[in-house]
C-alpha cells in the first residue's frame, strides 16, 4: 500500500496572513468574514492571524510575495472581487493578479489560497460573497489550511536507521 499525503483543516499552531483587497469592500468584507470564520472554526487562534489590508486587487501579488519572503506564515489567504465593467481593465488586472499570486505559490515554500472573485455582474459577486454560492473567502481560507497541513507532512524528516558516520 503506498504511502498517501494528504492534507487536513486543522489549524491549530498554524500563522496566517490574510491580503484583502478594499476596492470593492461591500463584497472583500464578506470574504473577509468567511475567512475569518473558516479560521476561527478550525482552530487557529486570534494572535496567529494578520490581515493586510491593500488598495485593490492588483496590489495583492505584491504584497502576497513580501509576506512569502519574509516566511512567517504558514498560509496566506488573497480575497478581492474584480467585477467586469465596459472596458478590458477587468480582464487585464484579473489575469495579473491570479498569475502574480500563482507565481508567489511556486516560488516560495507556503501555501496560498486564492479568494479573488471575479465576477460578469454586482449580483455575481455577492453570491459569491456568502449567499446562494457559498463564501469563496471561506473556502479559499479552507485550503490555505489543507496545503499548509500537507506542506507540514512533506517536511518532516523521515524516520528510518541512523547511518555511522
Do not use: W
Not at 1 to 19: C, D, F, H, Q, T
Not at 27 to 35: D, F, I, K, P
Not at 123 to 149: P, T, V, W, Y
Amino acid at each position: 500500500m503506498p504511502k498517501i499525503y494528504e492534507g487536513s483543516y486543522e489549524g491549530r499552531g498554524l500563522k496566517m496572513a490574510v491580503v484583502v483587497s478594499r476596492f470593492n469592500s461591500f463584497v472583500s468584507e464578506r470574504l473577509l468574514e468567511g475567512a475569518l470564520d473558516a479560521l476561527a472554526r478550525h482552530n487557529v487562534r486570534d494572535a496567529d492571524i494578520k490581515v493586510f489590508r491593500v488598495p485593490g486587487s492588483f496590489e495583492l501579488p505584491a504584497v502576497v510575495r513580501k509576506l512569502a519572503a519574509a516566511a512567517g506564515f504558514d498560509a496566506i489567504v488573497c480575497l478581492g472581487t474584480l467585477i467586469r465593467g465596459g472596458t478590458l481593465h477587468f480582464d487585464l488586472i484579473s489575469a495579473e493578479v491570479f498569475k502574480g499570486v500563482a507565481a508567489v505559490s511556486m516560488d516560495y515554500p507556503v501555501a496560498v489560497g486564492m479568494g479573488v472573485v471575479t465576477a460578469d455582474s454586482l449580483e455575481q459577486a455577492i453570491e459569491r460573497g456568502g449567499s446562494k454560492m457559498g463564501n469563496k473567502g471561506f473556502d479559499a481560507a479552507l485550503s490555505a489550511l489543507e496545503m499548509a497541513n500537507l506542506y507540514r507532512q512533506m517536511d518532516k524528516p523521515k524516520k528510518g536507521p541512523k547511518r555511522s558516520r
